[in-house]
């Protein structure tokens, strides 16, 4: 798909659904199931772009992998088993596959070459590529972006305080803690997701976490294992964003992950007034689990800023939309780490809005929204980033006239059947 186009303003949603398998939780099924020894199998795994940019780099490296309809099953070869891949690994548009993989790739007996498609390229490595020199990694280049060239090295535990909030960054060094003589331990600015950590103790590996600190020892080999993987927040938060600026919508999205430091988004709606509620409550695999009800709703503004910004990170974007139809002004501040996504997203949402009439101005780490709760059609790009696409399909539900969405088909890196899903649900009245 070149463009996506919408050309009805009046439309509610209403009904259920059940967005893919979260994408986090989907990479690191690959990575733990490929370092295992024996079979993973994962219910619920999301086959998007970037996923499977993982499961091909393990491929690469020797690991069986089936990927059918909604599962995924690994025939893992053990922490020691990788074998030298024959080609470069392209880690696409997918940041997490290529600062994951760089923690496994330093503790191996070969030498391999992660790159990445022209943005990935242009995102910051060296927030990973620092700490896993210090541990003793030979990564040669630059280092600051990819190609990343690394030579599998003997590694030492560490004991690192990060100085970004990042759970690639602390995944990537728990990762490579697997392999490294004595404790390796990170401490983060703010706590970040800790799907890395509840999945290794569902695989039977011990972490020991207290506050923004996590720490790993040497792991022997670990068996494989069962998981369910719950549906993504984060595609969830396009629908309950489109369910609460929409009169009459109302719309149930089911097994959405509640993993407390992804819970952000839902936290900060609700202070915007919005109409959210969670039902059967549930776990699967260490990961809360339930079905939120979004009803549309009067919206107000809010101050996002603290630990509610690296706990919403990637939903800020379609934030930025509720802020929209919100009364009164919304400021996000501190968020500077959408700036090194996979594109601007500060500047994105700034300039993508503003076609679309959104009083809206962005500044050194985040913007301000004034609602005015109306926007005109016009033609926006997604810049080739799967988030600013979904949000901006959302702003153009309430957006007079027609609004052509440029490069929408970059949704697949995450959901591949957003636009599909997206029309069936949101229906005009």
């Not at 792991?219 to 009169?247: R, Y």
């Not at 959210?276 to 339930?290: A, D, L, M, Q, T």
């Not at 996000?332 to 076609?355: P, Y």
């Amino acid at each position: 798909m070149a463009d996506f186009t919408l050309k009805e303003k009046s439309r509610a949603f209403k009904g259920e659904m059940t967005p893919p398998g979260d994408k986090s939780i989907s990479h690191r099924a690959i990575i733990l199931g490929s370092l295992g020894r024996g079979k993973t199998r994962a219910s619920g795994f999301l086959a998007s772009r970037d996923t499977l940019a993982t499961v091909d780099a393990f491929r690469s490296m020797g690991v069986e992998i089936n990927v059918t309809a909604g599962e995924v099953e690994i025939s893992g070869n053990g922490l020691s088993g990788l074998r030298e891949p024959r080609e470069a690994i392209d880690a696409e548009n997918s940041g997490t596959t290529a600062r994951l993989l760089a923690g496994v790739l330093s503790a191996q007996s070969f030498r391999s070459t992660i790159t990445g498609d022209s943005s990935l390229r242009r995102r910051p490595m060296s927030r990973v590529t620092v700490p896993l020199r210090m541990m003793g990694a030979g990564i040669s280049g630059e280092g600051e972006t990819l190609p990343l060239h690394i030579t599998g090295s003997e590694l030492r535990g560490i004991d690192y305080e990060s100085p970004v909030a990042s759970a690639q960054v602390k995944s990537s060094l728990l990762l490579a803690g697997l392999y490294a003589a004595g404790r390796t331990s990170v401490t983060e600015p703010e706590r970040t997701r800790d799907h890395t950590e509840r999945m290794l103790r569902h695989f039977g590996v011990p972490v020991e976490a207290s506050g923004t600190r996590v720490s790993v020892s040497p792991a022997g080999e670990f068996p494989g294992t069962e998981l369910e993987i719950p549906s993504d927040i984060s595609s969830a938060a396009f629908f309950i964003v489109a369910a609460l600026v929409n009169p009459g919508s109302e719309i149930i999205v089911k097994n959405v992950g509640l993993n407390p430091l992804r819970m952000g988004v839902l936290d900060i709606l609700r202070e915007m007034g919005a109409d959210i509620s969670v039902e059967n409550r549930r776990e699967h695999c260490g990961e809360p689990v339930g079905d939120v009800i979004a009803r549309h709703c009067a919206l107000r503004g809010v101050r996002v800023e603290g630990d509610a910004v690296s706990r919403a990170i990637d939903e800020l974007p379609v934030i930025s939309v509720a802020a929209c139809f919100a009364e009164g002004e919304t400021v996000i501040s501190g968020a500077g780490e959408l700036r090194v996504k996979e594109t601007d997203r500060i500047s994105a949402m700034s300039g993508e809005l503003s076609k679309l009439g959104a009083d809206i101005r962005e500044t050194r780490d985040g913007m301000v929204i004034n609602g005015t709760g109306e926007l005109c059609g016009a033609r926006c790009e997604s810049r080739g980033d799967h988030r600013i696409a979904m949000s901006l399909a959302v702003a153009a539900t309430q957006a007079r006239g027609e609004t052509v969405i440029g490069d929408a088909g970059c949704v697949s890196i995450s959901f591949p059947e957003f636009f599909p899903l997206f029309e069936a649900l949101g229906k005009p009245k």
